[in-house]
C-alpha cells in the first residue's frame, strides 16, 4: 500500500523559503487515478490545504497563499515537493503531504493516505 | 466560499458509548463531505468519503449520514482509540473546526 513521507528542515528564518520533499512508496505518483497534495496544521487548528499537483505538472493552490506556494512532481523519483517563499510566524505549522482522491474531473474529494507530518517552525 | 462548522466543538463520553458530531455547510453541498479522525500528534485518517462511505478498512461502529447542508458522524461502541480529533471536511478541502472527543 502506498506510503508517504515528509522531510525537511524543522526550521527556516522569516523571509526565508520552506522547501519539504514528500516521497512516495508502494505505488508510483505517475497515475491518472490521483492527485498528490501538500496541507499544514497548526496547533490546535483544522488542516488546511496549500495545494495539489497531478503527475502531469498541473496544480492548484490555496488563493490564501497569494501565490507564495508552488508544488512540483519528480516522476523518476516518485517524489512530489513543497516551496513557500517569504514565510513568516504564522508558517509555523506541522506540514503533510498527502494522496488525493479527485471526484469527477477535478482535483477535489478526499485525502488519504496521509505522511507523517513534518514540524517546520518559523523563527530567527 | 463554503463554510463548514462543527458540534459540539468537544464532548466527553466513556468506553462503550455511542455519541454522535454534527457538521453543517453553508451552503448545499450535495454528499460532498469526508469525515477523518486525527489522534493526538498523528496525522489525519479518513473514516468516511461522500458522507455515507465508510472507507476500505476501517470499523462498521464508525457511520456517516447526511446531506446538502446537515450531517453527522455516528460512532458506536466508543474504543480507546476513539478518543481523539474529528473533522469534517467539504471536497473543496475545506475542513471543519474539529470535535475533540474525551475521556468522561
Known amino acids: 500500500q502506498v506510503q508517504l513521507q515528509e522531510s525537511g528542515p524543522g526550521l527556516v528564518k522569516p523571509s526565508e523559503t520552506l522547501s519539504l520533499i514528500c516521497n512516495v512508496s508502494?505505488?508510483?505518483?505517475?497515475?491518472?487515478?490521483?492527485?498528490w497534495g501538500w496541507s499544514r496544521q497548526s496547533p490546535g487548528k483544522a488542516p488546511e490545504w496549500i495545494g495539489t499537483i497531478f503527475y502531469t505538472g498541473k496544480t492548484y493552490y490555496n488563493p490564501s497563499l497569494k501565490s507564495r506556494a508552488t508544488i512540483t512532481i519528480d516522476t523518476s523519483k516518485n517524489q512530489f515537493s513543497l516551496r513557500l517563499n517569504s514565510v513568516n510566524a504564522a508558517d509555523t505549522a506541522v506540514y503533510f503531504c498527502?494522496?488525493?482522491?479527485?471526484f469527477g474531473s477535478g482535483s477535489y474529494g478526499w485525502v488519504d493516505p496521509w505522511g507523517p507530518g513534518n514540524r517546520v517552525t518559523v523563527s530567527t | 466560499d463554503i463554510q463548514m462548522t462543527q458540534s459540539p466543538s468537544s464532548l466527553s463520553a466513556s468506553v462503550g458509548d455511542s455519541i454522535n458530531i454534527a457538521c453543517r455547510a453553508s451552503?448545499?453541498?450535495?454528499?460532498?463531505l469526508n469525515w477523518y479522525r486525527q489522534k493526538p500528534g498523528k496525522a489525519p485518517e479518513l473514516l468516511i468519503y461522500?458522507?455515507?462511505t465508510l472507507q476500505t478498512g476501517v470499523s462498521s461502529r464508525f457511520s456517516g449520514s447526511g446531506s446538502e447542508t446537515d450531517f453527522t458522524l455516528t460512532i458506536n461502541n466508543l474504543q480507546p482509540e476513539d478518543f481523539a480529533t474529528y473533522f469534517c471536511?467539504?471536497?473543496?478541502?475545506?475542513f471543519g473546526p474539529g470535535t475533540k472527543v474525551d475521556i468522561k
Open positions: 508502494g505505488g508510483p505518483v505517475r497515475t491518472s487515478y490521483y492527485y
Open positions: 461522500a458522507a455515507s
Open positions: 451552503e448545499r453541498i450535495g454528499t460532498f
Open positions: 471536511q467539504h471536497y473543496s478541502y475545506t
Open positions: 498527502a494522496r488525493h482522491h479527485p
